[in-house]
């Protein structure tokens, strides 16, 4: 009889427990929120194309962008073409350097053209500018092919392998 007692007295602690546990995981409930019929709206700020946001994505935006900066970057004295590529937050500025120019001309001319860079759209955070001749022409490719109208996606490995071989000018 006291075994019968024991068990039973066993069986409802375990269920009790369970019974406990199971309450305890299920979800709160809480009621929605509620939003006032004429209440303020919130809006996104607006940005002013050279102070915020993303850099443009459609390729005749992106190539209009790019002559102006590259336009720009071809003031800077020592430059003879600039070749620009535009994605995400980031320039890719290859530069054809004049004959004669010095190793420290060309290092003072890369920091004045990413400074440009920087004074014709503000949107732009990362500037990476490179002299070598070979990732200038790809560049080149790519800008080309950007303004004959080309998604920037289809030019995703070919960017993303000229930025690892560029390092950044500054952030």
Do not use: Q, W, Y
């Not at 070598?132 to 790519?142: E, K, S």
């Amino acid at each position: 009889m006291k075994a019968k007692v024991k068990s039973l007295a066993f069986l409802a602690a375990a269920a009790l427990i369970i019974l406990v546990l199971a309450a305890g995981c299920t979800t709160a409930r809480k009621p929605a929120p509620t939003t006032p019929e004429n209440g303020p709206s919130v809006t996104a700020p607006r940005t002013s194309p050279s102070t915020g946001g993303a850099l443009p994505t459609k390729p005749a935006e992106m190539h209009s962008l790019a002559l102006k900066i590259a336009g720009n970057v071809e003031k800077v004295p020592g430059v003879r073409k600039a070749s620009v590529v535009l994605t995400g937050r980031t320039c890719i500025l290859g530069l054809d350097i004049k004959p004669g120019v010095e190793a420290s001309g060309t290092e003072r001319i890369k920091r004045e053209a990413a400074r440009k860079v920087r004074t014709v759209d503000k949107r732009v955070t990362t500037v990476r500018v490179t002299t070598d001749m070979g990732l200038v022409t790809r560049i080149r490719r790519v800008s080309d092919g950007i303004s004959k109208g080309t998604p920037m996606s289809s030019f995703t490995k070919e960017t993303g392998e000229i930025l690892r071989r560029i390092s950044p000018a500054a952030k």
